[in-house]
């Protein structure tokens, strides 16, 4: 049972180019979310799902999407990076209807230069 | 819109009691969480209220007040292995999706630095 699955866990991106952060989860979860966290800054919402073919913004979505055409995966876009988008990304899933237990995966460390 | 406000740190020593505060002001409450993370890792799970009240969990226990729109960590016996940082969360309802789920709206976090 390998919970939620993040991949890569560090990549480099040149400004301007574009990547993939995958996210995927074996618990049959229909919740899944993007964060990003910044120092000082918290961890903040970028993206959410719940269940396959349904995504919504959160609080910060610009420069990222997202879709979920499965219940186990939901990768995060970003289409053409910025510096801005140097943080650590967290992928987090949960059952929609039991009321507990958002389950994070261990991270994506990016590096916009 | 959602407020959430919480210390940015706090130093306590090893064996001491130490309390982490949090209020909140946030539409659609639908419960309060609070997570340990430590440098360089993921959150982890500790302890959930979504009726006031104390809820106790071996060294940590967790209070909330709805109407005050208040709730507070408590860290008993403190560890040095407990210097991480503590995260209060406000899960909000999700539009019109239906459910008890909702996204987490976090607050900055507390750093906790326990002292021998």
């Known amino acids: 049972n390998a919970g939620v699955t993040q991949t890569p866990k560090f990549q480099v991106l040149k400004t301007g180019q574009s990547m993939t952060l995958q996210c995927a989860q074996d618990m049959n979860h229909e919740y899944m979310s993007w964060y990003r966290q910044d120092p000082g800054m918290g961890l903040r919402l970028i993206h959410y799902?719940?269940?396959?073919?349904?995504?919504d913004q959160g609080e910060v979505p610009n420069g990222y999407n997202v879709s979920r055409s499965t219940t186990e995966d939901f990768p995060l876009r970003l289409l053409s990076a910025a510096p801005s988008q140097t943080s650590v990304y967290f992928c987090?899933?949960?059952?929609?209807?039991?009321?507990?237990?958002?389950?994070f995966g261990s991270g994506t460390r990016l590096t916009v230069v | 819109g959602q407020n959430i406000d919480q210390p940015t740190e706090m130093t306590a020593t090893e064996g001491a009691i130490v309390q982490i505060n949090c209020t909140y002001q946030t539409s659609g409450f639908n419960g309060l969480f609070w997570y340990q993370q430590h440098a360089g890792e993921a959150p982890t799970f500790l302890s959930y209220?979504?009726?006031?009240g104390l809820e106790e969990k071996g060294r940590f226990s967790s209070f909330l007040s709805r109407s005050k729109g208040y709730s507070y960590l408590l860290l008993k016996e403190l560890q040095m292995k407990d210097s991480a940082s503590y995260l209060c969360?406000?899960?909000?309802?999700?539009?019109?999706?239906?459910?008890?789920?909702?996204?987490?709206?976090f607050g900055k976090g507390t750093k906790l630095s326990v002292k021998p």
């Open positions: 799902s719940v269940g396959a073919g349904i995504t």
């Open positions: 969360a406000v899960r909000e309802r999700t539009g019109n999706y239906g459910g008890s789920q909702g996204n987490l709206i």
């Open positions: 987090a899933s949960s059952y929609l209807i039991r009321g507990r237990g958002y389950t």
């Open positions: 209220n979504v009726l006031d």
